[in-house]
Each structure stands twice: as structure tokens, then as C-alpha cells.
């Protein structure tokens, strides 16, 4: 890997750290409101589908090793394996899906559908199955705990995300 793209990729592993501490606890759900939506969709859009798994598994190991950089600034493997585990896990799997499939463009609309469809879609899914196992509760409890509070919020972040990608990754890939 080249230099630029090492760099590009350490400055994405550590907005995602900073990301996790700009974090709101609901006293109703185990989820909090996090930044983390808006870098894991910029780690996406800005790097190869490859490059976004690196930084993504990189972050989970370091938040798995202990330290603080999962959401309220937690770490270790009782976040892996807790309730909002699945939404952590679920980072691994969006990440290279969404840097797959927004295309070689710099376009605002398809980086939208791409989070929206993709990333909060499967993310939702995967936490929530998630969720429901670890805490033995139906589905729609889990829709109801980590999903439905959520939504608005993160298409917001879905619409901040793709119009910062878009001008990130017209500046840095001159």
C-alpha cells in the first residue's frame, strides 16, 4: 500500500475512535446515539472495499483489546458479546458492502442509497437478530429497543455522510 492510502486509512480508524465518544445514552435502549454512523459511512465512501474492512476490523481489535473506543468510550469483549455486540460485529460486514457498490463516481445520490439501502438496512438487521438472541426477545422488541428510535436520525447522518464523502473524495483523490 502506498503511503497516502495508509494515511488515509489511519485517519479513518481514528475518526472512528473520536466518533464513539460523541455518544447520547436513551434511557429506554441499550443503543446510544453516536457519531459512529457518520464515520462508519465515510470510511466506506472513502476507501476500497478492502481498505474499509482493514480499519474497520483494525478498530474492533483495538476496542476488543481494551481500548475505549466503542460507544461512551467502552471496550472489551463483553461489547462484542452484549446486547449492542451485533451492531459493532455488523460494522465488518457494511463497510466493504457499501464501499463495493457506491461506484467509482463522486455522486451524492447513489452514496445516499448506498448508505441507506445497504448500510442501515443490513446493520439494523444484524443488530437486531443480534439483540434478540443475546437478550432472548422477539424481533420486534429488538426493532423496537435499537431500530425504530433510530431511523430519522440516522438518515440524517446518512445525508451529512454522503455530502462530506463527496467533497472528502473530490480533495483527496486529485
Known amino acids: 500500500m502506498k503511503i497516502n492510502e495508509l494515511t488515509k486509512m489511519s485517519i479513518c480508524i481514528a475518526i472512528l475512535c473520536i466518533s464513539a465518544y460523541i455518544s447520547f445514552p ?16 465515510l470510511v466506506a465512501l472513502i476507501l476500497t472495499p478492502k481498505q474499509s474492512f482493514i480499519v474497520t476490523l483494525l478498530y474492533i481489535i483495538l476496542g476488543v483489546f481494551g481500548l475505549p473506543v466503542f460507544s461512551g468510550g467502552t471496550s472489551g469483549f463483553g461489547r ?21 457498490f457506491k461506484g467509482k463516481d463522486y455522486n451524492f445520490k447513489r452514496y445516499l442509497s448506498v448508505t441507506i439501502i445497504i448500510g442501515m438496512i443490513v446493520l439494523y438487521a444484524f443488530g437486531s437478530v443480534f439483540m434478540s438472541v443475546v437478550q432472548s426477545i422477539s424481533i420486534v422488541q429488538a426493532l423496537s429497543l435499537a431500530v425504530f428510535p433510530f431511523v430519522v436520525g440516522d438518515v440524517f447522518k446518512c445525508f451529512l455522510s454522503s455530502f462530506i464523502a463527496v467533497k472528502l473524495n473530490k480533495v483527496i483523490n486529485k
Not at 436513551?26 to 459511512?41: E, K
Open 26 to 41: 436513551l434511557p429506554f435502549s441499550p443503543v446510544m446515539i453516536t457519531a459512529q454512523t457518520i464515520a462508519i459511512n
Open 80 to 100: 462484542i458479546f452484549g446486547p449492542t455486540g451485533g451492531f459493532i460485529l455488523g460494522f465488518l460486514i457494511i463497510t466493504p458492502l457499501m464501499s463495493y
